[in-house]
Protein backbone atom coordinates (compact mmCIF):
# COMPACT_ATOMS: atom_id res chain seq x y z
CA UNK A 1 0.00 0.00 0.00
CA UNK A 2 1.00 3.59 -0.61
CA UNK A 3 0.89 4.90 2.60
CA UNK A 4 1.37 8.81 1.42
CA UNK A 5 -1.21 8.86 -1.28
CA UNK A 6 -3.35 7.78 1.83
CA UNK A 7 -2.14 10.49 4.32
CA UNK A 8 -2.85 13.22 1.29
CA UNK A 9 -6.16 12.07 0.45
CA UNK A 10 -6.92 12.40 4.42
CA UNK A 11 -5.32 15.31 4.92
CA UNK A 12 -6.91 18.23 7.46
CA UNK A 13 -8.72 15.07 8.98
CA UNK A 14 -8.55 13.36 12.31
CA UNK A 15 -6.36 10.25 10.65
CA UNK A 16 -4.07 12.50 8.36
CA UNK A 17 -0.24 11.46 9.35
CA UNK A 18 -1.67 9.13 11.72
CA UNK A 19 -1.10 5.79 10.05
CA UNK A 20 1.03 2.95 11.59
CA UNK A 21 1.99 0.87 8.79
CA UNK A 22 2.92 -2.77 9.09
CA UNK A 23 4.09 -5.50 6.47
CA UNK A 24 2.65 -8.53 8.59
CA UNK A 25 1.43 -8.51 12.06
CA UNK A 26 -0.90 -10.81 14.15
CA UNK A 27 -3.54 -8.67 14.71
CA UNK A 28 -4.50 -4.62 13.27
CA UNK A 29 -6.63 -4.37 16.99
CA UNK A 30 -4.10 -6.11 19.09
CA UNK A 31 -1.84 -3.53 17.58
CA UNK A 32 -3.93 -0.72 18.01
CA UNK A 33 -4.99 -1.07 21.39
CA UNK A 34 -1.15 -1.73 22.46
CA UNK A 35 -0.78 2.09 21.03
CA UNK A 36 -3.59 3.12 22.72
CA UNK A 37 -2.23 1.82 25.99
CA UNK A 38 1.17 3.58 25.43
CA UNK A 39 -0.63 6.48 24.85
CA UNK A 40 -1.03 6.61 21.12
CA UNK A 41 -3.21 9.58 20.46
CA UNK A 42 -7.08 9.43 19.36
CA UNK A 43 -7.21 8.85 15.32
CA UNK A 44 -4.21 6.07 15.12
CA UNK A 45 -4.63 3.64 12.12
CA UNK A 46 -3.07 0.69 12.43
CA UNK A 47 -2.86 -0.85 8.97
CA UNK A 48 -0.76 -4.38 7.70
CA UNK A 49 -0.75 -6.20 4.45
CA UNK A 50 -1.61 -9.04 6.25
CA UNK A 51 -2.53 -10.38 9.78
CA UNK A 52 -1.33 -13.79 11.22
CA UNK A 53 -4.00 -13.83 13.56
CA UNK A 54 -6.94 -11.66 11.98
CA UNK A 55 -9.78 -11.98 14.43
CA UNK A 56 -13.58 -11.74 14.71
CA UNK A 57 -16.00 -12.12 17.41
CA UNK A 58 -16.32 -14.52 19.82
CA UNK A 59 -12.73 -15.74 19.00
CA UNK A 60 -13.72 -16.03 15.34
CA UNK A 61 -11.08 -16.11 12.83
CA UNK A 62 -10.86 -13.33 10.08
CA UNK A 63 -8.96 -14.76 6.98
CA UNK A 64 -6.79 -12.34 5.67
CA UNK A 65 -3.73 -12.93 3.05
CA UNK A 66 -1.78 -10.71 2.09
CA UNK A 67 -1.28 -8.07 -0.91
CA UNK A 68 -4.89 -7.83 -1.80
CA UNK A 69 -7.40 -6.58 0.85
CA UNK A 70 -7.73 -3.84 3.55
CA UNK A 71 -7.40 -4.35 7.40
CA UNK A 72 -6.96 -1.43 9.74
CA UNK A 73 -8.17 -0.46 12.95
CA UNK A 74 -8.47 3.04 14.80
CA UNK A 75 -7.84 4.56 18.17
CA UNK A 76 -10.68 6.36 19.70
CA UNK A 77 -10.92 7.92 22.55
CA UNK A 78 -14.55 9.13 22.81
CA UNK A 79 -16.04 11.34 25.80
CA UNK A 80 -19.24 8.79 26.07
CA UNK A 81 -20.12 6.08 29.10
CA UNK A 82 -18.61 2.53 28.09
CA UNK A 83 -22.35 1.57 27.70
CA UNK A 84 -22.47 3.90 24.25
CA UNK A 85 -19.59 2.47 22.45
CA UNK A 86 -21.58 -0.41 21.07
CA UNK A 87 -23.31 2.19 19.07
CA UNK A 88 -19.66 2.77 17.10
CA UNK A 89 -19.55 -0.11 15.32
CA UNK A 90 -23.02 1.26 14.06
CA UNK A 91 -21.22 4.34 13.07
CA UNK A 92 -18.49 2.24 11.38
CA UNK A 93 -20.67 0.39 9.25
CA UNK A 94 -22.55 3.05 8.52
CA UNK A 95 -19.35 4.97 6.70
CA UNK A 96 -18.12 1.82 5.27
CA UNK A 97 -21.82 1.33 3.84
CA UNK A 98 -21.77 4.79 1.85
CA UNK A 99 -18.29 4.38 1.23
CA UNK A 100 -18.30 1.17 -0.61
CA UNK A 101 -20.69 1.34 -3.72
CA UNK A 102 -18.73 3.86 -5.14
CA UNK A 103 -16.59 0.85 -5.43
CA UNK A 104 -18.77 -1.69 -6.07
CA UNK A 105 -22.33 -1.83 -8.21
CA UNK A 106 -23.79 -4.88 -6.24
CA UNK A 107 -26.14 -3.66 -3.70
CA UNK A 108 -24.62 -3.11 -0.29
CA UNK A 109 -26.13 -4.65 2.91
CA UNK A 110 -25.61 -3.94 6.40
CA UNK A 111 -26.57 -6.76 8.80
CA UNK A 112 -26.98 -6.10 12.46
CA UNK A 113 -24.22 -5.83 14.24
CA UNK A 114 -21.43 -5.92 11.84
CA UNK A 115 -21.59 -7.67 8.92
CA UNK A 116 -21.58 -5.48 4.76
CA UNK A 117 -22.41 -7.90 2.42
CA UNK A 118 -22.15 -7.22 -1.38
CA UNK A 119 -24.50 -9.06 -3.33
CA UNK A 120 -25.91 -10.89 -0.13
CA UNK A 121 -22.10 -12.17 0.39
CA UNK A 122 -20.29 -10.59 3.25
CA UNK A 123 -17.69 -8.24 2.02
CA UNK A 124 -16.36 -6.38 5.19
CA UNK A 125 -16.58 -7.32 9.06
CA UNK A 126 -16.00 -4.36 11.99
CA UNK A 127 -15.01 -5.51 15.33
CA UNK A 128 -15.28 -2.99 17.96
CA UNK A 129 -13.45 -3.43 21.34
CA UNK A 130 -12.89 -1.32 24.53
CA UNK A 131 -10.95 -0.71 27.09
CA UNK A 132 -12.59 1.42 30.18
CA UNK A 133 -12.45 1.15 33.81
CA UNK A 134 -15.33 2.14 35.90
CA UNK A 135 -17.45 5.00 33.99
CA UNK A 136 -14.73 6.50 31.63
CA UNK A 137 -13.27 4.85 28.40
CA UNK A 138 -9.80 4.60 28.62
CA UNK A 139 -10.10 3.73 24.50
CA UNK A 140 -11.86 1.97 21.53
CA UNK A 141 -10.51 -0.25 18.61
CA UNK A 142 -12.42 -0.45 15.51
CA UNK A 143 -11.27 -2.67 13.26
CA UNK A 144 -12.25 -2.99 9.43
CA UNK A 145 -11.63 -5.93 7.47
CA UNK A 146 -12.82 -5.62 3.56
CA UNK A 147 -12.06 -8.02 0.75
CA UNK A 148 -10.82 -5.60 -1.89
CA UNK A 149 -9.24 -7.33 -4.84
CA UNK A 150 -9.50 -10.75 -3.47
CA UNK A 151 -10.21 -13.47 -6.14
CA UNK A 152 -13.26 -16.31 -4.63
CA UNK A 153 -10.57 -19.09 -5.84
CA UNK A 154 -8.27 -17.28 -3.22
CA UNK A 155 -10.73 -17.24 -0.43
CA UNK A 156 -10.77 -19.64 2.07
CA UNK A 157 -12.89 -22.90 1.46
CA UNK A 158 -14.45 -22.57 4.69
CA UNK A 159 -16.02 -19.17 3.78
CA UNK A 160 -15.88 -19.03 0.07
CA UNK A 161 -19.72 -19.94 -0.63
CA UNK A 162 -20.46 -16.87 1.68
CA UNK A 163 -17.98 -14.26 0.95
CA UNK A 164 -16.94 -12.37 -2.01
CA UNK A 165 -14.50 -9.20 -2.72
CA UNK A 166 -15.90 -5.92 -4.19
CA UNK A 167 -13.22 -6.96 -7.24
CA UNK A 168 -15.73 -10.01 -8.25
CA UNK A 169 -18.90 -8.06 -7.95
CA UNK A 170 -17.34 -4.99 -10.04
CA UNK A 171 -14.96 -6.98 -12.29
CA UNK A 172 -12.10 -4.35 -11.40
CA UNK A 173 -9.22 -3.81 -9.53
CA UNK A 174 -10.11 -1.67 -7.16
CA UNK A 175 -7.04 0.69 -5.67
CA UNK A 176 -7.04 -0.02 -1.55
CA UNK A 177 -5.94 3.57 -1.20
CA UNK A 178 -8.71 5.10 -2.35
CA UNK A 179 -10.92 2.71 -0.47
CA UNK A 180 -9.51 3.34 2.70
CA UNK A 181 -9.39 7.07 2.60
CA UNK A 182 -12.99 6.48 1.64
CA UNK A 183 -14.28 4.76 4.52
CA UNK A 184 -11.91 6.86 7.24
CA UNK A 185 -13.57 10.11 6.15
CA UNK A 186 -16.76 9.35 5.89
CA UNK A 187 -16.27 7.09 9.20
CA UNK A 188 -15.06 10.71 11.01
CA UNK A 189 -17.76 12.60 9.37
CA UNK A 190 -20.35 10.28 11.21
CA UNK A 191 -18.48 10.13 14.46
CA UNK A 192 -18.81 13.69 14.58
CA UNK A 193 -22.21 14.11 14.14
CA UNK A 194 -22.12 10.86 17.24
CA UNK A 195 -20.49 13.09 19.26
CA UNK A 196 -22.41 16.04 18.84
CA UNK A 197 -25.67 15.08 18.38
CA UNK A 198 -25.69 11.46 19.95
CA UNK A 199 -26.72 7.94 18.75
CA UNK A 200 -30.33 9.36 17.08
CA UNK A 201 -29.27 10.42 13.38
CA UNK A 202 -26.59 7.26 13.43
CA UNK A 203 -29.64 4.73 14.17
CA UNK A 204 -31.94 6.92 11.48
CA UNK A 205 -29.51 6.28 8.75
CA UNK A 206 -28.75 2.99 9.71
CA UNK A 207 -32.36 1.45 10.00
CA UNK A 208 -32.49 3.59 6.36
CA UNK A 209 -29.59 1.35 5.01
CA UNK A 210 -30.34 -1.58 6.34
CA UNK A 211 -33.72 -2.39 5.19
CA UNK A 212 -34.30 -5.01 8.27
CA UNK A 213 -36.87 -3.38 9.87
CA UNK A 214 -40.05 -5.87 9.40
CA UNK A 215 -37.69 -8.72 8.15
CA UNK A 216 -37.89 -12.45 9.53
CA UNK A 217 -34.91 -13.27 10.98
CA UNK A 218 -33.22 -16.38 12.77
CA UNK A 219 -30.91 -14.84 15.65
CA UNK A 220 -28.27 -17.46 16.98
CA UNK A 221 -27.19 -16.56 20.06
CA UNK A 222 -25.05 -18.17 23.07
CA UNK A 223 -27.91 -18.84 24.66
CA UNK A 224 -29.98 -20.18 22.39
CA UNK A 225 -31.76 -19.04 18.77
CA UNK A 226 -34.71 -17.26 18.45
CA UNK A 227 -37.35 -16.58 15.54
CA UNK A 228 -38.74 -12.97 15.29
CA UNK A 229 -39.44 -9.90 12.84
CA UNK A 230 -36.86 -7.30 13.36
CA UNK A 231 -38.63 -3.95 14.68
CA UNK A 232 -35.86 -1.98 14.98
CA UNK A 233 -32.56 -0.98 17.14
CA UNK A 234 -32.69 0.93 20.03
CA UNK A 235 -30.54 4.00 21.17
CA UNK A 236 -27.74 1.75 22.32
CA UNK A 237 -28.17 0.09 19.09
CA UNK A 238 -29.56 -3.29 20.74
CA UNK A 239 -31.68 -5.02 18.14
CA UNK A 240 -35.12 -5.41 18.79
CA UNK A 241 -37.02 -8.65 17.58
CA UNK A 242 -40.86 -9.46 18.31
CA UNK A 243 -40.08 -13.14 18.82
CA UNK A 244 -42.25 -15.41 18.40
CA UNK A 245 -43.54 -16.76 21.39
CA UNK A 246 -42.65 -14.19 24.02
CA UNK A 247 -43.07 -10.87 22.84
CA UNK A 248 -40.36 -8.37 22.10
CA UNK A 249 -36.82 -9.23 22.90
CA UNK A 250 -33.50 -7.17 22.72
CA UNK A 251 -30.34 -9.05 21.39
CA UNK A 252 -27.65 -7.31 22.78
CA UNK A 253 -25.51 -10.11 20.95
CA UNK A 254 -25.61 -12.38 18.02
CA UNK A 255 -25.70 -13.67 14.61
CA UNK A 256 -29.05 -12.76 12.65
CA UNK A 257 -29.83 -14.79 9.17
CA UNK A 258 -32.83 -13.93 7.01
CA UNK A 259 -35.35 -16.76 7.21
CA UNK A 260 -35.42 -17.94 4.08
CA UNK A 261 -38.46 -17.68 1.86
CA UNK A 262 -40.14 -15.52 4.05
CA UNK A 263 -38.26 -12.12 3.89
C1 LIG B 1 -16.35 -9.91 12.00
O1 LIG B 1 -16.54 -10.89 12.96
O2 LIG B 1 -16.93 -9.86 10.95
C2 LIG B 1 -15.29 -8.88 12.37
C3 LIG B 1 -14.10 -8.94 11.46
C4 LIG B 1 -13.13 -7.83 11.73
C5 LIG B 1 -11.85 -7.99 10.97
C6 LIG B 1 -10.93 -6.82 11.13
S1 LIG B 1 -9.55 -6.91 10.06
C7 LIG B 1 -8.79 -5.61 10.90
C8 LIG B 1 -9.06 -5.82 12.39
N1 LIG B 1 -8.06 -6.68 13.00
C9 LIG B 1 -8.60 -7.84 13.42
O3 LIG B 1 -7.98 -8.77 13.99
N2 LIG B 1 -9.93 -7.83 13.17
C10 LIG B 1 -10.36 -6.61 12.53
P1 LIG B 1 -17.69 -11.98 12.94
O4 LIG B 1 -19.02 -11.32 12.75
O5 LIG B 1 -17.46 -12.80 14.14
O6 LIG B 1 -17.42 -12.80 11.62
C11 LIG B 1 -16.39 -13.76 11.54
C12 LIG B 1 -16.83 -14.78 10.49
O7 LIG B 1 -16.75 -14.18 9.18
C13 LIG B 1 -15.92 -16.01 10.43
O8 LIG B 1 -16.31 -16.98 11.35
C14 LIG B 1 -16.09 -16.45 8.97
O9 LIG B 1 -17.30 -17.20 8.83
C15 LIG B 1 -16.31 -15.14 8.23
N3 LIG B 1 -15.05 -14.64 7.64
C16 LIG B 1 -13.78 -14.78 8.08
N4 LIG B 1 -12.91 -14.15 7.29
C17 LIG B 1 -13.63 -13.60 6.29
C18 LIG B 1 -13.30 -12.80 5.16
N5 LIG B 1 -12.04 -12.43 4.87
N6 LIG B 1 -14.32 -12.41 4.36
C19 LIG B 1 -15.60 -12.75 4.61
N7 LIG B 1 -15.98 -13.50 5.67
C20 LIG B 1 -15.00 -13.91 6.51
Not at 24 to 27: A, G, I, L, V, Y
Not at 49 to 53: A, K, M, N, T, V
Given at each position: MDINKLNRAL?????ANRIVFLP????TNDRAAALAVQGAEEGTVVFA?????GKGRLGRKWHSPPGVNLYFSMVLRP?????????LTIVAGVAAAEALPLFCPSPIELKWPNDILAGGKKVCGILTEMRHSGGDIGHVVIGIGVNVNIRSVQLDEEIRSRATSLREESGRKISREDLAAAILIRFEEWYRVFLAEGFEPVRKEWIRKSGMTGRRVRVVMRNGVREGTVTGMDENGVLLLAAEGSGPIEIISGDVEPVSGEE
Open positions: SGGMFETDSESQRGAIAPARAAG
